[in-house]
């Protein structure tokens, strides 16, 4: 009796050996197939990332932390700060990723963390970004965002355009003409008109020529 259940015990090891039957997975000699929504480690775009924290602000339990990182892109992200999540707190909840406003940052398929010490699962940007621009693509970025900045401000201390300035409301076909002005207070509005008729919309009185107002001050 007893010899009859070793035999049967061995023709179910025979059995799935010859039938290449899958009794044990070999990880991590072999990763198992996972799904496309899978919640692994996440990462990081750097090159779209525009450094809002907003995946910061959503993480319920507050393991997100915006830190400096220089491969991004200073066109989008003027501070150049990228998260840097704390494994060891987080739950894989996903909020980060949904609340992305450029979704720059998303859950991957890599699974595997370890470390000897806590600081060794807290990891940077370095680590999470797949997609960053390398130093000279950096160096060309900042000097465009340099010239974006200067021509901005120049164009700030720059003098307004003088000549035809149209009054607001509906005003597509009137055409540059005679200097009009507010007969209450000319300096607050001039415009050109090719017409009489127009009205200040401050103090709802009709436009009247600049000439006009001059010669009756004389």
Same mark, same amino acid.
């Given at each position: ?43 990081? @775009?750097?090159?779209? %990332?525009?450094? $809002?924290?907003? +995946?910061?602000?959503? &993480? =319920?339990?507050? #393991?997100?932390? *915006? ?18 999540? @704390?494994?060891?707190? %987080?739950?894989? $909840?996903?909020? +980060?990723?949904?609340? &992305? =406003?450029?979704? #720059?940052?998303? *859950? ?111």
């Amino acid at each position: 009796m007893l010899n009859r259940k070793l035999l049967k015990n061995f023709k179910w090891t025979l059995k799935t050996a010859i039938n290449d039957v899958e009794v044990t997975r070999l990880y991590p000699e072999v990763m198992m197939e996972l799904p496309d929504n899978e919640r692994g480690i996440h990462e990081l @775009d750097a090159t779209t %990332c525009i450094g $809002c924290a907003s +995946c910061a602000r959503i &993480c =319920p339990n507050s #393991c997100i932390q *915006m830190v400096h990182f220089k491969f991004g892109n200073p066109l989008k992200n003027k501070e150049m700060q990228f998260p840097q999540i @704390d494994f060891g707190r %987080c739950m894989f $909840c996903g909020l +980060c990723v949904d609340e &992305c =406003p450029v979704e #720059c940052l998303k *859950m991957g398929k890599k699974v595997i963390m370890a470390g000897w010490e806590r600081k060794d699962i807290i990891k940077g940007p370095e680590f999470l970004a797949t997609k960053n621009f390398s130093a000279k693509e950096v160096e060309d970025l900042e000097a465009e965002a340099k010239r974006i900045a200067s021509e901005k401000a120049a164009a700030k201390k720059a003098p307004a355009k003088s000549g035809y300035e149209p009054i607001p409301g509906d005003v597509k076909k009137i055409k540059p003409g005679a200097e009009m002005v507010c007969p209450r207070d000319p300096a607050h509005l001039k415009t050109r008109l090719s017409s009489v008729g127009q009205r200040c919309p401050d103090h709802d009185v009709e436009l009247v020529r600049a000439d006009s107002i001059k010669k009756s001050g004389d």
